[in-house]
Structures are given as C-alpha cells and as structure tokens.
C-alpha cells in the first residue's frame, strides 16, 4: 500500500516512520515533509505544500495512493478530507465540518456546553468594548484565547485585568492574530495539571492511545511565553485508570455521540487537551483534530501496534474489530529544541552539527523545522528537532533523551532542563 502523510513537522515523521514499519507499507510519501523525513529510509518526500489541495489530490491520484493520513490542522480547517473523499480518495482525518472543533474555540465551547462536557466558563466576543467590561468582572488570573488557528500562540493567561484587555484588544484588532482573533472566548484559569488525551476515531468507535503531558511554556518552572510546545513524555501519571475511564465517558463518547447528532461523524485523531485538578475534578480545556506535537514523538515511540492497519480501519469504519492497541510499557520522554528568540522573531537557515546516528535502541531525533540545503542540515523553524528516548522510567528517559541533545549545536539553539519534572515529582 501506497501512504501520503500531509505536514513537515516533528509530529508528521513521527507519523511516517511508524507507518513505513508497516509490513503493508510499501512507499510513504511526506508532503512536504523536512530534512528527517528526506533522510528516513522508505520515506519520501514530496515538494507539495500542506495547503495545496488540489496538487496533493492529484499526487495521490496519480501515485495510487492508497491512504492520506493529515498531519497538522491547517488543511483539516481548509477541508482536505472533504476534497480527497470528493475526487473517491481514501484520507484519514476529520472533515472540514469536524475540524471546527478545533478551528473555531467559539464553536467548540459552545458545542461541550450543549453537550454537557465539562469546561472551563466561558463567554464569546466579537467586540472589544462589551470583552472589556466582562473582563473587569472576573477573578484573576483570567485567560484570553483567539478563537481561530494560532499554531498553539494564541492563548494569553492574564495576571492583571488590563493585561487581559490588551490581549484582547491586540486579538480583536488583528494585529495579534489576524483572522483568527475575530472572535475571541474569555475563560476562568483552572488549577490542576494538565494532561493530552488522544483517541482514533471512526465516526462510532474511539480507541485511546496512550496517555501523555506536554510542557507548553517555554522557560523551565512552567513559565515564560506559551509555545507549541517544549517537549512531552508517556505515559501521564495524572491520568490514573479512574480517571482514563472518566475521560472516555464524559468527554469523548458524549462528543462523538454530539458530532452524530449534528450530522458530521467524526473520523480522525481526537486530542482532549484537559486539566485534571487535585481533587479529581476534570474539565475539558479544548480540542485539537489531529495529534499533538510534541506528543506524538514519544507516542509513537511506544506503539508496538501496527499504525497503518488501524488507520485503514478506522476510516473504513471498522474499528469495533480491532484489538486493544499494544504498548512498551516503558516510559518516552522527548525534548524540543527550539531556535533562539523562538516563539518571537528567530534566525533560520543556521547549520545544524553533531546529530546522533540512528543506532541506540530506543533513542531517535525526530525533525521538525529543518531542510537539507548544499548538502547541510540547517534550521527552518522555530521549533527544530525533538529528541526522544525510551527507558525503564520517567528519570532514565529523560537523562538518554538528554544525552542526545547534548551532542546537538547550531547558533543559539534553546531547549527547556526540566521536560519531565511532573512525573519525576511524584
């Protein structure tokens, strides 16, 4: 079988190489993929951008291509399933109806209100002068979200009423944001930990991967600018049996029942971003309509199962046949590095040196932000590589991750000590 994965990020290799250990995988093909997918044997890359529907259907019509599996939301917003299952094409991933529950926090939060999902309180604004005056009404701290893609940026945790109002206004003016700051939702802070819950998804069926935690500031202590994320490890000791059960029955199966009722079945990956407080109290932060990154890098390094095979399933709808999914029951910690200045403005273009060879059993650098360019490795985004390692426990993944990271140099490369400090806490 031939495979297409939509995306260049850490996430997307993370996807391909799993899928290219398939025995059903013939070739994997990564659009537009980056200089670790271009290196990866059995994947190939494709110079075809993510949002360049029409030529990504014509690759996958005349490559015979068998399965498209979409990597970042992006395209899901923009309608890709839509368009490849229009020209009788096989694509795993929401439609674009679906992907709204990630597309608009205006649509999602007022979709887990009617379903009954557990969320933080909320109210919508469009205007600035009627946010303001809700804002001056809140309790600290308070948090301003965009309420369009903001590529994990647009999410501001206020400590003071008039720093929630500038975030506001930046968001409503389109300066912060652009379109996706038309609407903007204004939610109470929640305590608690926060944990990333994923399922596969066919419409009726959700199977759960393995539970994760991301770091999402950048700065170690948890602070400093949010990010797309700094690194994550599996699995999140957070979500204890008990609290892996609750999730499935009070958010994911009332959501996919919801998406039913509306008429749009929900097929994909589903990403409950969640805080979980001390008390065992469980609200729903938001949905993203894919897998998260950097989640997916230790994810994938603990799934034992064969990815391509549920995948096929799932949009067949035929997941209630699968088995439960099979795991290394070791622990995966991966570490982000991230150019200098990164989320602000960052070089690009930087030579990146001392990247391990692929040869340790259970470690692998995943690429996110580079490309291959006269021969060299060099940066292309902010957040560059995710090194990732397995081990028998949450310290000596962390400690072999490291290890890698410690080889890696290039111009002001940045990473986070502490990836990891949750579960090593407890």
């Given at each position: 079988?031939?495979?297409?994965?939509i995306?260049?990020?850490?996430?997307?290799?993370?996807?391909?190489?799993?899928?290219?250990?398939?025995?059903?995988?013939?070739?994997?093909?990564?659009?537009?993929?980056?200089?670790?997918?271009?290196?990866?044997?059995?994947?190939?890359?494709?110079?075809?951008?993510?949002?360049?529907?029409?030529?990504?259907?014509?690759?996958?019509?005349?490559?015979?291509?068998?399965?498209?599996?979409?990597?970042?939301?992006?395209?899901?917003?923009?309608?890709?399933?839509?368009c490849?299952?229009e020209?009788?094409?096989?694509?795993?991933?929401?439609?674009?109806?679906?992907?709204q529950?990630?597309?608009?926090?205006?649509?999602?939060?007022?979709?887990?209100?009617?379903?009954?999902?557990?969320?933080?309180?909320?109210?919508?604004?469009?205007?600035?002068?009627?946010?303001?005056?809700?804002?001056?009404?809140?309790?600290?701290?308070?948090v301003?979200?965009?309420?369009?893609?903001?590529?994990?940026?647009?999410?501001?945790?206020?400590?003071?009423?008039?720093?929630?109002?500038?975030?506001?206004?930046?968001?409503?003016?389109g300066?912060?944001?652009?379109?996706?700051?038309?609407?903007?939702?204004?939610?109470?802070?929640?305590?608690?930990?926060?944990?990333?819950?994923?399922?596969?998804?066919?419409?009726?069926?959700?199977?759960?991967?393995?539970?994760?935690?991301?770091?999402k500031?950048?700065?170690?202590?948890?602070?400093?600018?949010?990010?797309?994320?700094?690194?994550?490890?599996?699995?999140?000791?957070?979500?204890?049996?008990?609290?892996?059960?609750?999730?499935?029955?009070?958010?994911?199966?009332?959501?996919?029942?919801?998406?039913?009722?509306?008429?749009?079945?929900?097929?994909?990956?589903?990403?409950?971003?969640?805080?979980?407080?001390?008390?065992?109290?469980?609200?729903?932060l938001?949905?993203?309509?894919?897998?998260?990154?950097?989640?997916?890098?230790?994810?994938?390094?603990?799934?034992?199962?064969?990815?391509?095979?549920?995948?096929?399933?799932?949009?067949?709808?035929?997941?209630?046949?699968?088995?439960?999914?099979?795991?290394?029951?070791?622990?995966?910690?991966?570490?982000?590095?991230?150019?200098?200045?990164?989320?602000?403005?960052?070089?690009?273009?930087?030579?990146?040196?001392?990247?391990?060879?692929?040869?340790?059993?259970?470690?692998?650098?995943?690429?996110?932000?580079?490309?291959i360019?006269?021969?060299?490795?060099?940066?292309?985004?902010?957040?560059?590589?995710?090194?990732?390692?397995?081990?028998?426990?949450?310290?000596?993944?962390?400690?072999?991750?490291?290890?890698?990271?410690e080889?890696?140099?290039?111009?002001?490369?940045?990473c986070?000590?502490?990836?990891?400090?949750r579960?090593?806490?407890?």
């Amino acid at each position: 079988m031939n495979v297409l994965v939509i995306g260049n990020g850490g996430r997307e290799h993370a996807l391909a190489w799993k899928l290219a250990q398939s025995p059903r995988a013939d070739k994997v093909f990564v659009a537009p993929g980056n200089a670790g997918t271009e290196l990866e044997p059995n994947l190939y890359n494709i110079n075809i951008a993510v949002n360049d529907l029409d030529s990504l259907v014509e690759f996958a019509k005349s490559n015979a291509i068998e399965l498209t599996v979409v990597g970042p939301e992006a395209p899901l917003v923009q309608g890709v399933v839509d368009c490849f299952q229009e020209n009788g094409l096989r694509c795993f991933g929401p439609s674009q109806a679906c992907a709204q529950l990630e597309g608009s926090k205006a649509f999602s939060k007022d979709f887990f209100a009617r379903y009954h999902i557990p969320t933080a309180d909320y109210r919508v604004f469009s205007e600035i002068d009627t946010a303001s005056n809700y804002i001056r009404q809140q309790a600290l701290p308070v948090v301003v979200k965009a309420s369009g893609l903001a590529a994990g940026k647009g999410v501001v945790i206020a400590e003071t009423h008039q720093q929630a109002i500038d975030a506001a206004a930046g968001m409503l003016s389109g300066k912060a944001f652009g379109e996706a700051g038309q609407k903007i939702v204004v939610e109470e802070f929640l305590q608690g930990e926060e944990a990333s819950f994923f399922v596969i998804a066919d419409g009726d069926t959700a199977i759960p991967l393995a539970t994760s935690q991301d770091h999402k500031t950048r700065d170690e202590g948890d602070v400093g600018p949010n990010t797309g994320g700094m690194g994550a490890y599996s699995p999140a000791p957070v979500i204890s049996p008990q609290i892996h059960a609750r999730i499935l029955a009070e958010v994911i199966e009332p959501t996919l029942a919801g998406m039913r009722e509306q008429g749009t079945p929900y097929t994909g990956f589903l990403y409950a971003g969640l805080m979980i407080a001390e008390d065992g109290t469980l609200k729903l932060l938001e949905y993203n309509c894919r897998m998260g990154d950097p989640e997916t890098q230790p994810i994938m390094m603990r799934l034992q199962s064969d990815l391509l095979e549920i995948l096929d399933a799932a949009v067949d709808q035929r997941l209630h046949q699968q088995a439960e999914l099979s795991w290394d029951q070791r622990t995966a910690l991966g570490v982000v590095m991230v150019a200098g200045g990164y989320p602000g403005s960052y070089d690009q273009g930087d030579e990146i040196t001392g990247l391990p060879e692929p040869s340790e059993d259970g470690c692998k650098v995943f690429h996110a932000g580079t490309q291959i360019q006269g021969g060299n490795i060099v940066t292309a985004g902010g957040r560059v590589l995710c090194a990732t390692a397995l081990g028998d426990n949450i310290s000596q993944s962390r400690d072999r991750a490291y290890r890698q990271v410690e080889t890696i140099q290039w111009n002001n490369a940045y990473c986070r000590r502490d990836i990891g400090h949750r579960a090593i806490n407890r």
